[in-house]
């Protein structure tokens, strides 16, 4: 689809608005089109023992339209974060959607994505630091890994899956380090995290212009292409059922009703809080799972289909009852929403925190060590 609709896709742009869209974008759509072509470029990797060679070709490095690079850094993210970022503890994992308005100022301006992370981070802490300081625990440290999303069934949709370390972290009298569990928030507590992080983002909002008394605002001036391609990836658009003819589509099968535990979710001014999924200690291959699905791809191939006359099928992975489990697009809407979702340079999508921060006094202290290597095998 991309290498058949590319050309005329990035025309059209030009075309209808001044100076078409973003050069990072067009970038990733046309590294994507040579990614594994030999083509393009290969190494060869010679064994001097036997004779094999084996030639691997290069990969585009993408970090939102191909599945295939996509796919290997979710595995690698996750391996690297159990092995040397997760300490052997529990870990909780808060989810938070933002309003819908603040969804396409986080998707493309840095600064308030940052301080989105680091306002909703800091408020997290706080509530485990003060539980900690009414149990007896003085100078309690936290830590976390949030990891940035920008998609929702190829939506634009900015939200955080933060792995938070169910506890807290300080010293014994011999300077050692002990972990504290915390027990599971209420709906009390997650209503503080959430009224907090409402109130301090406004008041960062305002201060740095982003917010009047009218409305957010993203730019000013004439919409450019690629505000027309958010403005397009934040609708709905055509949802449906489609039938399947023959035999029967399992991929069509795998979908998921849109269900809520009220206990463990919380709702304040579009700012959605769940926190109800929990990996207790030991527990290794629970948190490499938690963090696949936080470094998961923007796009499922298994779920794509292309329908007889040219449109384009993503199934949706959440489904209200009466409605569609496909979302049906023309191929110049889906190339809207691909270009919408890809990240912006300068623009991290992991962000280490607390104990866990590259500059931690505490972090050498509580990540796992590196495991001994074993002598290569004859």
């Known amino acids: 689809m991309v290498r058949q609709h590319l050309e005329s896709f990035l ?22 089109l040579k990614c594994g072509l030999f083509s393009e470029g290969f190494t060869r990797c010679h064994c001097d023992a036997c004779g094999h060679d084996l030639l691997v070709a290069f990969s585009c490095h993408g970090r939102t339209v191909c599945p295939s690079c996509t796919g290997r850094r979710m595995a690698n993210g996750a391996a690297h974060l ?47 630091r003060a539980r900690a300081k009414g149990a007896g625990i003085k100078d309690a440290q936290c830590g976390a890994v949030l990891c940035v999303q920008r998609f929702g069934s190829l939506n634009l949709n900015v939200h955080f899956h933060t792995l938070v370390l169910d506890g807290v972290f300080a010293r014994d009298a011999q300077g050692g380090v002990i972990f504290h569990p915390a027990p599971p928030p209420g709906p009390r507590e997650l209503g503080v995290i959430v009224e907090q992080t409402y109130r301090k983002t406004i008041a960062w909002l305002r201060r740095h212009g982003y917010l009047d008394e009218r409305a957010l605002e993203v730019g000013s001036g004439e919409p450019s ?16 059922t489609l039938a399947r003819p023959g035999a029967k589509d399992a991929a069509d099968e795998d979908h998921e009703q849109a269900t809520e535990n009220k206990e463990v979710a919380v709702e304040h001014q579009g700012f959605n809080l769940h926190a109800g999924v929990r ?11 938690l963090a696949r699905y936080a470094l998961r791809p923007p796009l499922s191939l298994e779920r794509l ?29 889906f190339m809207a929403r691909l270009s919408a979702i890809v990240a912006p340079p300068r ?31 004859a």
Do not use: N
């Not at 808060?94 to 992370?117: C, G, H, I």
């Not at 292409?225 to 449906?240: E, I, P, T």
């Not at 990996?279 to 799972?289: K, M, P």
């Open 347 to 377: 623009y991290p999508l992991v962000r280490y925190s607390g104990v866990l921060a590259p500059r931690s006094k505490w972090r050498r202290d509580v990540v796992p060590r590196p495991r001994e290597r074993k002598e290569a095998c």
């Open 11 to 32: 025309g059209y742009a030009r075309e209808q608005y001044d100076g078409g869209l973003p050069r990072y974008v067009e970038q990733e759509l046309r590294a994507y």
């Open 225 to 240: 292409a690629l505000d027309a391609c958010a403005a397009l990836a934040m609708q709905r658009g055509q949802v449906g």
């Open 82 to 128: 159990v092995d040397r970022v997760l300490p052997d503890v529990p870990v909780r994992q808060y989810v938070l959607s933002l309003p819908f308005e603040l969804r396409r100022l986080a998707a493309f301006k840095a600064d308030v994505l940052t301080a989105l992370a680091r306002i909703f981070v800091e408020v997290t802490f706080g509530t485990y």
């Open 305 to 333: 289909r292309r329908l007889p006359g040219g449109c384009i099928a993503y199934r949706l992975k959440y489904v209200s009852r009466g409605r569609g489990k496909h979302r049906v697009m023309t191929p110049m809407e």
């Open 279 to 289: 990996i207790g200690a030991g527990d290794d291959l629970g948190r490499e799972r």
